[in-house]
């Protein structure tokens, strides 16, 4: 997808029928269901909480009651056993049936040998109702029995708790129905306030799965309540940022395509140029350079052979060898500067060398110092071919227009790169981008740079800052060793 594609692509809202489909994933609980079970485990705790303190509560107070109860019986009784000592049984027995239920206990009389002789009527209160089984084993304690001793029998009190366990019940079944229907009115209200606040999420979790599927064109609508705003605000911010993120990202790569292309394009656009330019210097070497020599002997021969004969022949024939000698020394002057044939048989080295003793030549009254720091590894032939062409361009640049007084050439290498310096002491030219760009031999300089971007190096003009006479400028390149078209190779201490 190219920019233009991705540009084109409307904004997709995340709308409430795409939410519809959103669902949690394989295994999981949504949201809504785990705040729903953690709100009603947390009510259902309380309400066992206060069922609990409940059956607590009337624990206590059955154990309070009967110990009361058993109490106040038995010290009654103890104060009636005269009754028996001085009537007997049986007025003892009258006695208990007017005395009746002495709270909750049950009193009987037994006679020496076991047999009852009384026991105390059942209570009337809540006649023909218990509470539950399960219900007396939680709140009942432990039944206290006390026996007193009478002449020739016994009077047993034992605690009946059933009234106020019933008690307990009512109370308990009365807490358990508000509990119940507050906890369902809570419930509901818990419910739907989870549900309004949660509505806008479903919706959320859609866009982020469009997002997910790559539709970076997808925006939330403006959500209801505070958390659903921020996530949606973040959420659409989020997806701008990647969306334009990739927009450059796709702008970048059509531009490095595009450079990438144009340098394959440019690159054999100099191999050709550069054969051309080397079937030309051939051809002037070879068959040109042979007509030129011919035609040197010829005028040699002319001029022996008219000797004293014919003068003004014999003038005309120098003239010829002296026209065809400084056509000979022109056409051996242009072919290194069409290519550098000497490469086929020597190394860089070797050809810059035979270069500035040529230049050292033409122009005697300036400096021209040469220096390589190491002995250079082997370079393919682009390598030495770019590293032979940034050299020649920046030395006859250096002595046609600057004007200068001193030249330096310089060449190290490692084992990643080859480092080319070519500086001078002349007037320089504007790196700020004021003077054209084809002035004075500036279209030389381009193409420097774009033969050695197109090998993946570096080119750069400065002003050297070694140099303290005139502005000057230093012609500076970085080869890579091996040759990746696909990088381009940073120099050390230069950024990329």
């Given at each position: 997808?190219?920019?233009?594609?991705?540009?084109?692509?409307?904004?997709?809202?995340?709308?409430?029928?795409?939410?519809?489909?959103?669902?949690?994933?394989?295994?999981?609980?949504?949201?809504?269901l785990r705040i729903h079970l953690i709100v009603a485990g947390l009510m259902a705790l309380f309400v066992a909480t206060l069922l609990w303190l409940q059956i607590d509560a009337t624990r206590r107070s059955v154990h309070e009651e009967i110990v009361g109860a058993n109490r106040v019986?038995?010290?009654?009784?103890?104060?009636?056993?005269?009754?028996?000592?001085?009537?007997?049984?049986?007025?003892?027995?009258?006695?208990?049936?007017?005395?009746?239920?002495?709270?909750?206990?049950?009193?009987?009389?037994?006679?020496?040998?076991?047999?009852?002789?009384?026991?105390?009527?059942?209570?009337?209160?809540?006649?023909?109702?218990?509470?539950?089984?399960?219900?007396?084993?939680?709140?009942?304690?432990?039944?206290?029995?006390?026996?007193?001793?009478?002449?020739?029998?016994?009077?047993?009190?034992?605690?009946?708790?059933?009234?106020?366990?019933?008690?307990?019940?009512?109370?308990?079944?009365?807490?358990?129905?508000?509990?119940?229907?507050?906890?369902?009115?809570?419930?509901?209200?818990?419910?739907?306030?989870?549900?309004?606040?949660?509505?806008?999420?479903?919706?959320?979790?859609a866009a982020l799965e469009r997002i997910e599927r790559g539709d970076l064109r997808t925006r939330l609508p403006e959500l209801r309540g505070h958390e659903a705003a921020t996530i949606g605000a973040a959420i659409n911010r989020m997806s701008a940022a990647v969306e334009g993120h990739?927009?450059?990202?796709?702008?970048?790569?059509?531009?490095?395509?595009?450079?990438?292309?144009?340098?394959?394009?440019?690159?054999?656009?100099?191999?050709?140029?550069?054969?051309?330019?080397?079937?030309?210097?051939?051809?002037?070497?070879d068959e040109l350079g042979q007509s030129v020599t011919a035609i040197r002997s010829l005028a040699a021969s002319l001029v022996l052979r008219l000797g004293e004969r014919d003068p003004q022949g014999r003038e005309l024939a120098g003239l010829i060898g002296s026209e065809a000698l400084?056509?000979?020394?022109?056409?051996?002057?242009?072919?290194?500067?069409?290519?550098?044939?000497?490469?086929?048989?020597?190394?860089?080295?070797?050809?810059?060398?035979?270069?500035?003793?040529?230049?050292?030549?033409?122009?005697?009254?300036?400096?021209?110092?040469?220096?390589?720091?190491?002995?250079?590894?082997?370079?393919?032939?682009?390598?030495?071919?770019?590293?032979?062409?940034?050299?020649?361009?920046?030395?006859?640049?250096?002595?046609?227009?600057?004007?200068?007084?001193?030249?330096?050439?310089?060449?190290?290498?490692?084992?990643?790169?080859?480092?080319?310096?070519?500086?001078?002491?002349?007037?320089?030219?504007?790196?700020?981008?004021?003077?054209?760009?084809?002035?004075?031999?500036?279209?030389?300089?381009?193409?420097?740079?774009?033969?050695?971007?197109?090998?993946?190096?570096?080119?750069?003009?400065?002003?050297?800052?070694?140099?303290?006479?005139?502005?000057?400028?230093?012609?500076?390149?970085?080869?890579?060793?091996?040759?990746?078209?696909?990088?381009?190779?940073?120099?050390?201490?230069?950024?990329?």
């Amino acid at each position: 997808m190219t920019t233009s594609d991705l540009s084109a692509l409307p904004s997709t809202p995340a709308t409430p029928a795409a939410a519809a489909t959103a669902r949690p994933g394989p295994g999981g609980l949504s949201l809504r269901l785990r705040i729903h079970l953690i709100v009603a485990g947390l009510m259902a705790l309380f309400v066992a909480t206060l069922l609990w303190l409940q059956i607590d509560a009337t624990r206590r107070s059955v154990h309070e009651e009967i110990v009361g109860a058993n109490r106040v019986a038995a010290q009654l009784l103890q104060r009636v056993t005269w009754v028996y000592t001085r009537s007997g049984p049986q007025a003892l027995i009258e006695f208990l049936a007017q005395l009746g239920r002495v709270r909750a206990n049950d009193i009987s009389l037994l006679d020496e040998h076991g047999q009852l002789l009384y026991r105390s009527p059942p209570s009337t209160y809540k006649e023909g109702r218990n509470a539950p089984d399960w219900y007396s084993r939680l709140v009942v304690p432990p039944l206290q029995r006390q026996v007193i001793a009478l002449p020739g029998g016994q009077l047993a009190v034992e605690a009946d708790p059933s009234r106020a366990i019933l008690d307990g019940w009512d109370d308990f079944r009365v807490l358990v129905g508000v509990a119940g229907a507050a906890l369902l009115l809570l419930l509901g209200g818990v419910f739907w306030l989870v549900g309004r606040t949660l509505r806008p999420f479903p919706t959320i979790v859609a866009a982020l799965e469009r997002i997910e599927r790559g539709d970076l064109r997808t925006r939330l609508p403006e959500l209801r309540g505070h958390e659903a705003a921020t996530i949606g605000a973040a959420i659409n911010r989020m997806s701008a940022a990647v969306e334009g993120h990739l927009i450059e990202r796709l702008r970048a790569f059509e531009v490095e395509r595009s450079l990438s292309e144009s340098r394959e394009l440019a690159r054999q656009i100099e191999h050709h140029m550069e054969r051309e330019r080397r079937e030309i210097a051939r051809e002037l070497h070879d068959e040109l350079g042979q007509s030129v020599t011919a035609i040197r002997s010829l005028a040699a021969s002319l001029v022996l052979r008219l000797g004293e004969r014919d003068p003004q022949g014999r003038e005309l024939a120098g003239l010829i060898g002296s026209e065809a000698l400084r056509l000979d020394d022109a056409m051996h002057s242009l072919i290194p500067r069409l290519a550098p044939l000497a490469l086929d048989q020597l190394n860089l080295a070797d050809c810059l060398s035979d270069l500035v003793a040529s230049a050292r030549q033409r122009e005697p009254a300036i400096e021209i110092v040469f220096n390589i720091d190491a002995p250079l590894p082997e370079l393919d032939g682009d390598t030495a071919l770019a590293a032979y062409r940034v050299v020649q361009e920046a030395l006859n640049n250096a002595l046609r227009h600057s004007g200068a007084h001193r030249i330096a050439i310089m060449l190290s290498a490692n084992e990643r790169l080859l480092d080319i310096s070519v500086s001078d002491d002349g007037q320089g030219l504007s790196l700020d981008g004021s003077e054209p760009l084809q002035h004075k031999g500036r279209y030389g300089l381009r193409g420097l740079r774009e033969r050695v971007r197109a090998l993946g190096g570096r080119f750069e003009l400065a002003s050297p800052s070694a140099l303290d006479t005139g502005r000057g400028l230093r012609v500076q390149a970085w080869l890579p060793l091996q040759l990746n078209a696909s990088a381009t190779v940073a120099p050390p201490g230069v950024p990329r």
